[in-house]
């Protein structure tokens, strides 16, 4: 894989009054050598790049400590596929990950603790909390804002400082 760099990063959770986190995260790349493309027209060599990305994002994944209400979780890649939008120099992967945690009505907390690091390309998040509840505080390394009560928007742009020790409190009602 030559030249493929990454140009910004989307994540998206949506989180289910039984304690369900959906992971939606998506990364574009710049491809100036179309390597991407060309896999996209080899399926043997595709389903290898793939199950690589997927063991890499998982390598990444568990170097993260995720805690809901204190008790440790495990998030879990479950599959990954990639496309373009629209160029072949511009390629993105899609990877789906869950895990589960035990929500409680009234407060309940997520934490995730992650190495600093600087941004090397901007990135953001959005966070959707279910239906009756409400972010009561978000403790986040970067820029955040609190949406209509149950929705969390996190960006950061490259060279910000991001990770190190997160937590999201939030009432389920």
């Known amino acids: 894989m030559d030249k493929v760099v990454p140009t910004s990063a ?55 400590e995720v805690r809901v209400n204190g008790m440790r979780v495990y998030p879990k890649v479950v599959t990954a596929y990639l496309s373009h939008r629209g160029f072949m120099d511009s390629p993105y992967v899609a990877w789906i990950i869950t895990f589960k945690g035990k929500l409680k009505r009234g407060l309940n907390v997520f934490e995730n603790t992650s190495e600093r690091e600087v941004a090397e390309y901007d990135f953001e998040i959005l966070w959707q909390f279910p239906i009756r509840s409400k972010i009561v505080r978000a403790e986040i390394s970067t820029e955040s804002q609190i949406i209509a009560g149950r929705t969390l928007y996190v960006w950061a742009r490259k060279g910000d400082l991001v990770g190190g020790y997160e937590k999201i409190e939030f009432t389920l009602y």
């Open 10 to 64: 989307s994540c998206y959770f949506s989180i289910s009054r039984t304690g369900e986190f959906h992971q939606f995260l998506i990364y574009d790349y710049y491809d100036p050598n179309g390597y991407y493309a060309k896999l996209l027209n080899n399926a043997r060599r595709c389903k290898e790049e793939l199950r690589r990305l997927c063991t890499n994002m998982q390598y990444f994944l568990d170097q993260e």
